[in-house]
Nanobody, 119 residues
């Protein structure tokens, strides 16, 4: 099992910045991917940014150039730096960790942290 604890959400004005952090514990050696998803009210959960084992990083088109994901394997953390925030970035943000491959793949989620961008 892997446990994920997020921190750093809050209320910010349009154009502002926030930094989300996620610390993993438990079977951290089994983690391949770590990243962030978000879910706005009435919408499906969507990928924001993910750091894939081997160094590849994927961003949602809507956040490219504004958000930066970084991962520290030694500290089992993943950080999402969010700049130039927009009202449409308002959502609950969830830390994600994936382990295993194929049929053995497991997904772990944090409890979520709220980000609210006010205009």
């Amino acid at each position: 099992q892997v446990q994920l604890v997020e921190s750093g959400g809050g209320l910010v004005q349009v154009g502002g910045s926030l930094r989300l952090s996620c610390v993993a514990s438990g079977r951290i050696f089994s983690i391949n991917d770590m990243g962030w998803y978000r879910q706005a009210p009435g919408k499906q959960r969507e990928l924001v940014a993910i750091h894939i084992s081997g160094g590849r990083i994927n961003y949602a088109d809507s956040v490219k150039g504004r958000f930066t994901i970084s991962r520290d394997n030694a500290k089992s953390t993943v950080v999402l730096q969010m700049n130039s925030l927009k009202p449409e970035d308002t959502a609950a943000y969830y830390c994600y960790a994936g382990s295993g491959y194929g049929s053995s793949r497991l997904a772990y989620w944090g409890q979520g942290t709220q980000v609210t961008v006010s205009s």
